[in-house]
């Protein structure tokens, strides 16, 4: 008699543990890059950086989602205010899903990367 292995659901088996963790691993990386997480974190960074920058940059930060491509984010914001919101978004990697922080940090990449042409 031939037996065939079937994957069980039950995470009792070492194979159902795996498959479970990696379903739970996929799920919580495809979850941190939802345009509504994205949406969600910008405007609490909008709304941290505009607490903490002095009160003539208040005006000066302001983000706002693409209304068709919704994981893209327009970002108006100040040269003057950029290091505050870098601060506030260094501050908030920390909480933030896994994906959605590697995000963030290319967004720190590129706020960079604009400065710099700016010095240059």
Request: glycine share 2%; net charge negative; hydrophobic share 40%.
């Amino acid at each position: 008699m031939v037996s065939s292995f079937i994957p069980s659901d039950n995470a009792s088996t070492p194979i159902g543990f795996a498959e479970s963790k990696i379903n739970a691993s996929v799920k919580n990386l495809r979850e941190g890059l939802d345009p509504d997480v994205l949406a969600y974190w910008y405007k609490r960074i909008e709304d941290k950086s505009i607490e903490v920058v002095p009160e003539h940059l208040k005006d000066k930060v302001h983000f706002e989602q693409d209304r068709i491509l919704w994981m893209k984010f327009k970002m108006d914001v100040s040269k003057r205010a950029v290091p505050y919101v870098m601060q506030v978004i260094e501050e908030y990697i920390p909480m933030m899903p896994y994906s959605t922080g590697l995000y963030f940090r290319k967004v720190q990449e590129i706020l960079t990367d604009e400065m710099n042409k700016e010095l240059r």
